[in-house]
């Protein structure tokens, strides 16, 4: 009863816009849809590219040695909306709820490492499905940025200077698997909370930092005519979900009623009321932090 976005290859190359996603209904239902383009946010990078501080670099960093990165063989992968490749690092601060607020949005194909100058293992897009990427950037070190990987839990993907602009974010989403709570902050401020249902057992809402990745148009009644956002991540236990919705997307939405609010019911996404997704589409947009907790220390104000 919840949703996951998942296309093999070549049905996402049948889809004009964007990425296809698919509907679990009774366990059996599938239907698929486009991701929509976004309007990006507001660049806060020169017109060359690459890194731009937002406060006066310190003497240390201005003297930090940059590590070189190796070529990266045309053959590798490219991180798309399928189960991104194997061997990037862990995220050490998966749990962390501080914000992040810059985004890297990468303005032509970039190798993505293993660690600053490690192995290239991918390649990272533009856009995915054609539509334009926005990751949320976690670390800097020796002159490389780390982003929240795609099409992964808690991973992260090193990226050498260059080739990418970033931008501000604002926003940041946080989810509590315990009280079954969903806050939005803006500025690190929270601004509202709501309840929402969660991964029912063996299929939980997996833990973790993630992002909005995009949206996409309802394509059944039954999610109340409200837009869905697909997020980075997807769902722990691949072998846990049906057959068709293997390799695919958790998402934030919502549903035709409010009945299971605060249990277990969903396939792994969060599911939350129709007003209140209408508001956070009206105000977040693509590479907005998301962070999945078991429960923050204390109750945001908002809760």
């Given at each position: 009863m919840g949703f996951w976005g998942v296309l093999g290859s070549r049905g996402r190359r049948r889809v004009a816009v964007g990425v296809g996603v698919a509907v679990l209904m009774s366990g059996a239902a599938y239907t698929g849809w486009a991701l929509t383009p976004a309007t990006a946010p507001a660049p806060v990078v020169g017109s060359t590219g690459g890194v731009v501080p937002t406060t006066p670099a310190s003497p240390s960093a201005v003297a930090e040695r940059v590590l070189p990165a190796a070529p990266a063989p045309d053959g590798l992968p490219v991180i798309d909306y399928d189960p991104a490749p194997a061997g990037f690092p862990d995220d050490p601060d998966t749990l962390d709820t501080t914000p992040l607020t810059q985004g890297l949005q990468p303005t032509?194909?970039?190798?993505?490492?293993?660690?600053?100058?490690?192995?290239?293992?991918?390649?990272?897009?533009?856009?995915?499905?054609?539509?334009?990427?926005?990751?949320?950037?976690?670390?800097?070190?020796?002159?490389?940025?780390?982003?929240?990987l795609p099409s992964a839990n808690r991973k992260l993907a090193w990226l050498p200077p260059g080739d990418f602009r970033t931008v501000a974010l604002r926003d940041q989403i946080v989810v509590e698997r315990k009280p079954f709570r969903l806050t939005w902050y803006r500025d690190g401020t929270a601004q509202r909370s709501w309840q929402v249902s969660l991964g029912q057992r063996g299929q939980e809402t997996p833990l973790g930092r993630t992002f909005v990745l995009g949206r996409t148009p309802?394509?059944?009644?039954?999610?109340?005519?409200?837009?869905?956002?697909?997020?980075?991540?997807?769902?722990?236990d691949p072998d846990s979900v049906p057959a068709g919705l293997r390799g695919a997307h958790i998402g934030i939405h919502t549903w035709y009623h409010d009945g299971e609010l605060g249990q277990q019911t969903t396939n792994g996404c969060i599911r939350l009321t129709a007003s209140g997704q209408r508001l956070l589409l009206e105000k977040v947009g693509p590479g907005t932090p998301v962070v999945v907790v078991d429960e923050l220390p204390a109750p945001p104000p908002t809760a």
């Open positions: 032509r194909r970039l190798a993505a490492y293993d660690a600053p100058g490690g192995r290239p293992l991918a390649f990272l897009m533009p856009t995915i499905s054609e539509v334009d990427l926005t990751v949320p950037i976690a670390r800097r070190e020796s002159g490389w940025t780390a982003v929240l309802p394509p059944e009644s039954v999610y109340g005519g409200v837009d869905i956002y697909a997020l980075g991540s997807i769902p722990d």
